[in-house]
């Protein structure tokens, strides 16, 4: 029946493009269609219950099928269901939610700006700082540090800030300018009997050393996630922020956060900044800021940069930026109510509780043959699978185990995210620790499943 002309399954083979998917592969393999979700649960169109561990991509922090969300909706479409906020108009919910976000986040953000992705946030932070910097005269300083394995977007602009070779291969990009620096993870790029300290002040070193090489007058800002996610949910080394915020505050280069994956309770803090100390003169917004039930993403900025822009829009005469749905009132009325939920339901306190049993269980599989590194912070893990736990190498090709494991775990109705041969855990922040307990043990039998699978062929083969 899935299979039939006129089935979802058939008709999305047909006429659909994926993202982040190979297409000839989905032409063979087709997709799983999913139907209704439930909490923690997501259920496909035959019928099948899935443990949501990734919360969608990374961002539905109060579950799925939350009514709230669906009536704040409700209400905002019956009475204003669209309006902009060009030309010094506005509504209610995007100035509420502007407030909000100011009041909540660190205290040197004074400002906040509409988006609907966190892609098109980023790609307006570059067009912002390059509009703050021609107006304080500094027109040459123009130049993004990011890292390697970073992810900040897929737009031209936002894409060249990302570090994954997948999201840039022929795509011809990095086509801003932007220079990507060693990516922050202590178990593959440390040296022998390196400290996580001495390996964070040789990272602040290289900083030091790009802006002094690329020149600190052509440097405009560093960007970062206080813990990385789509590169494979990597931890910053002890001390890390610490010192690179040093080294962007000693040549006037601006700390731009990336909270897109981190905001909203994700590490057991309400922000990553909360949790590693940082103090961002920029920080990027989206994904659990509405569960993604709805489309949303703010950049919220210094006040030193926002009285730049605007003296700068005084003597143009405009800020010549903004999109069709920037502040756009439903979104805007989603996302209060489910910070509202957030706060209610104590969800960062539970993503830190539970993500402490969460860690722990999934530590508990450091031992298993296919497991080299556990790791991340609150409900957001890694599990790095290696071909030789004693060397860390890697599986050749890279990926195609993670990609069996990925496959396998559906079996077990476990919906996982394979990072080429790291698993990644970011499930919603309602979960129990009963259902952490649950989705592990999914996952070590999956786990013990391709293990065994490969003791029995090769790699190639799977």
């Not at 390697?148 to 086509?175: C, W």
């Not at 508990?364 to 790095?384: F, K, N, S």
Request: charged residues 25%.
């Amino acid at each position: 029946m899935r299979r039939h002309p006129n089935s979802t399954y058939a008709r999305d083979v047909e006429y659909v493009l994926h993202p982040v998917t190979n297409a000839r592969k989905h032409e063979e393999v087709g997709p799983i269609v999913i139907d209704r979700g439930e909490g923690i649960y997501v259920y496909d169109d035959l019928g099948n219950r899935y443990i949501e561990a990734l919360a969608g991509l990374w961002s539905v922090a109060v579950g799925f099928g939350e009514k709230r969300l669906v009536e704040a909706a409700s209400r905002q479409m019956a009475k204003l269901p669209y309006y902009h906020t060009f030309s010094h108009k506005t509504n209610e919910p995007s100035v509420d939610l502007a407030e909000r976000l100011v009041k909540m986040t660190p205290a040197r953000l004074r400002r906040a700006f509409f988006t609907n992705s966190g892609s098109e946030a980023n790609d307006s932070v570059i067009k912002m700082v390059w509009y703050y910097n021609n107006a304080r005269g500094l027109r040459t300083k123009k130049k993004f540090i990011s890292r390697v394995n970073a992810y900040h977007g897929i737009t031209i602009a936002s894409g060249s800030l990302t570090g994954l070779p997948a999201n840039q291969r022929d795509f011809d990009l990095p086509f801003v300018p932007v220079r990507h620096l060693t990516c922050p993870h202590y178990y593959r790029y440390a040296e022998p009997g390196e400290t996580e300290e001495a390996f964070a002040d040789r990272l602040a070193a290289e900083l030091e050393a790009t802006i002094m090489e690329e020149g600190p007058d052509t440097v405009a800002a560093f960007i970062g996630e206080p813990l990385m996610g789509a590169g494979g949910v990597l931890p910053p080394p002890a001390t890390y922020w610490e010192k690179i915020q040093a080294v962007c505050r000693r040549y006037d280069v601006l700390i731009v956060a990336d909270e897109v994956i981190n905001g909203f309770g994700r590490l057991g803090t309400m922000f990553g900044c909360d949790y590693y100390g940082i103090d961002p003169d920029v920080m990027v917004l989206s994904k659990q800021i509405t569960s993604s039930y709805q489309p949303l993403a703010a950049v919220m900025i210094s006040h030193e940069l926002y009285e730049g822009i605007a003296d700068n829009s005084g003597r143009i005469g405009t800020f010549g930026h903004g999109f069709t749905a920037s502040g756009h009132p439903v979104p805007a009325a989603v996302a209060l109510e489910n910070l509202d939920i957030i706060e209610e339901r104590n969800l960062v306190e539970n993503a830190r509780r539970v993500g402490e049993v969460m860690q722990t269980e999934l530590r508990a599989l450091t031992d298993h043959p296919l497991v080299g590194e556990v790791r991340g912070a609150g409900l957001i893990a890694g599990v790095e699978l290696v071909a030789d736990k004693a060397t860390k190498a890697k599986f050749n090709p890279v990926g195609k185990v993670g990609a069996q494991v990925f496959s396998r775990a559906h079996e077990h109705g476990l919906i996982i995210r394979a990072i080429g041969d790291t698993i990644a855990f970011c499930p919603p922040l309602i979960i129990s620790e009963d259902q952490v307990r649950d989705m592990v043990e999914r996952f070590k039998v999956t786990l013990d499943e391709t293990a065994t699978l490969l003791r029995e062929t090769d790699v190639a083969a799977l």
